[in-house]
């Protein structure tokens, strides 16, 4: 097998933690590693995350036969530069880990077209309220998305070489245009940010006024405001990046907003009925889509009393079963037990879980 | 110990489950119910809910000590008029479990005033997604907060005793003006379930277009349009009841949304940076609030391997700890293992885990 040297430019979560897939399955390979910081080189030499690390970028580029920038978005943009103004290995595939991908494609194809090599743009769709080398794990991203949005220096070959390279990720790997894949990604994860930013910021400022505000948030709130906690500067990235789509959204949901009020305002309960009606069978559509695609999802929901260890009593009794999320207290109680939410891989496992937990206990088991 | 008649018109989730958290602390009060089901009556009464069921709401009313109105917003307040006109027990106790208080206060008090009788709004804050008698539950309300709202109608002792007649409830009992109610919960519950719906709606239609919507679609597009499929009725005439409150807050929020796009629009990197950053710090002090108060939240963060029984494994070391909550995947995927988050009651249960799994296991714990 050929050995190959990698060159991963950011040794943080997602840096160390494609470094750590890509040993897992290519253990010949050589890593090579770029960090700014005295610190995150250090933990990722003593993790064996890489073989050699340093804090010149250009120092390892010209060995790389891969070279993945995992660094952000503006950083990514500047290495670019710096590298059509480099020595490479002739057909270097060069790729990104950016969570916008236009403005990225679009310099790579500014600054490298011309030079011998290829580029693919990347967006590997995992992450963790942890951040750094220390929080690098191999199993990051398994199952999830690993996105590639091709340019006009993406050649047949790239991304099935990228993939071998990145199998030991265990990702699913798909491909899309970097525009349209901005778009999405402004409606399902760009344009959510801000509402549960902007909500969070309302409900602050009212609790000012409104002193119950903060006591009486409970789930619905808490689920909504959740992703308010993401780095700032992250999303202030993604955001100017990604500028055309985001202000599109934003002026459509202003629209829809137009819409709700003018229904209240005119008491227009069969209005407002079917507007709630229809946002509900929108998502029990795209749930139902789940179970036959590869998200599937197979829960159960098991009615269990305030007791210590229930929850061990139960999974004592699913020994061997693969569930894949268990949650309590998805409903408007925040801390006694209520509902137990367990989901499955298969619909095989649900069953049996579900007749287990009826045969051996006296809690309701419904299954949604 | 005095028996008293309660009557319980409306036998769904909330209404049996009262009736149920009545009788585990009296155990010799009647019970009555009113439903105009009759399957709902006939479950209600096998299950011993109530003590006699009815479907004429007139039937019973006159034989009560305490009526509790536990039907929508609508029959609550025609019930109120109904009452004015019937011969009732003096000094009976009126109140109701309607999400919006205001126009309940002002119908008892344009109905009942004159009449000898006690009337005090309530809002038990606590729902499933199941709903009937088939799904009451004597925990349900646990540790849920259950609000009153006095009326001109309210007498000095009249909180006191129904706080005593719903002790079995185990709800925290708390009091609160009735259009303050309104505000507060048009701003951390009715305005957000618009936000989810209108934001399920938008991906919906954009779904149409940009297929890859629904597939790239995560935990946090999961979380924001989670309440999107609660019941549209209830949410209808909750708008209806709360127009103004509700009518402010989209109001307000559009102005927020006009804010940050503009920042956007010149990408005012700062300006946007401390939008999120404003966000995060106030939803981090809401939670820092949450340690000292009663809803305090202990978590610990497991880093597990995609293995089966691993969370079995992590219970079995924490068998008798209070644990209060367990969740895996709050990240960016899906249907993988990842980062066990653990809730416990208090600081020494939480110490305690993490000493456990640290010494037992090889996974990494991080405290929050």
Redesign the interface.
Known sequence: MEEKVIYIAGLGLIGGSIALGIKRDHPNYKVLGYNRSDKSREIALERGIVDEATNDFKEFAGLADVIILTVPIKQTINFLKDLATMELKTNVIITDAGSTKGEIVDAAEKYLTGRPVQFVGSHP??????SGAIAA?V??F????Y?FTPSTLTKTETISELEDVLSGLHARFIQ?DAA??D???S???H??????????????D?ANT?E???????G??R????????E??M???I??TN?EA??E??????D???S??EL??H?D?DG?????????L?????EI?KRG?V???FDL?V?V??E??V??QI??L??????????????????????LQISF?NAKDLEHAQKVIAENTNYKV?I?
């Open positions: 769709m995992a992450g963790s309220h942890k794990d199993n990051l398994e199952n999830a998305y996105i899309i349209e894949h778009r999405v990604t409606q399902i994860s344009f959510p940010h801000i509402l549960s930013a902007s909500l969070m910021e309302q409900a602050g009212y409104h119950m505000t903060n006591r009486f948030a409970a619905g709130f689920d909504m405001t959740r992703i308010a906690e993401s700032p500067g999303w202030t990235s955001l100017v500028k985001v202000l959204r934003i002026a459509d949901f202003k829809r907003l137009d709700i009020a209240i305002s008491e309960e407002i009925w079917n507007y709630f009606n229809n946002a509900r929108t998502r029990k559509e795209m889509h695609g998200e599937s999802s929901f009615d009393p305030d210590e260890d929850i061990l999974l004592e699913l020994r061997g079963t693969s569930l894949v999320n268990i949650h309590i207290n998805e409903e408007n109680r925040e801390d006694s037990f209520g509902i891989k419904t949604n």
